[in-house]
């Protein structure tokens, strides 16, 4: 989006509209609070904006909670392949189409580390 023109302080026109001065605003806490995903072709991981305790906490809940049953459900589709109906399913309960991709994605991070977990496991055996 182009930079906005100052107002011209007439109602016509392409710079219509009465002139004010912008506010700056406080930083929100949403700014500072959490953590970002991030996914790259390498790993799954997770880039800390704030502390490590924030980290940690929330991998002890994931760990001890587990998953919620739309989640189990986004996993069982990907297993099967079908990205697409996993994506319909997050988006339906999350309610946007952002918020959808960024799950599906974690669920097929999680997968993939069972994947190579267990990959490992099998190697230990033989």
């Known amino acids: 989006m182009a930079p906005s023109q100052p107002k011209s302080g007439l109602f016509v026109g392409i710079n ?22 991030i996914f790259t072709l390498v790993s799954w991981h997770f880039l800390q904006k704030g502390t490590k305790r924030v980290h940690f906490v ?21 297993k099967v392949g079908k990205d697409k109906r996993a994506l319909k399913v997050a988006k339906r309960k999350l309610g946007t189409h952002k918020r959808a991709k960024k799950k599906r994605e974690e669920m097929s991070g999680v997968l993939r580390k069972m994947r190579s977990a267990a990959g490992g496991a099998a190697d230990k055996k033989k």
């Open 16 to 37: 219509k509209g009465h002139v004010v001065t912008k506010r700056e605003l406080a930083p929100r806490p949403s700014d500072r609070k959490g953590f970002a995903f």
């Open 58 to 78: 929330r991998n002890l809940i994931r760990e001890v909670a587990g998953f919620a049953p739309y989640e189990k459900r986004i996993t069982e589709l990907l």
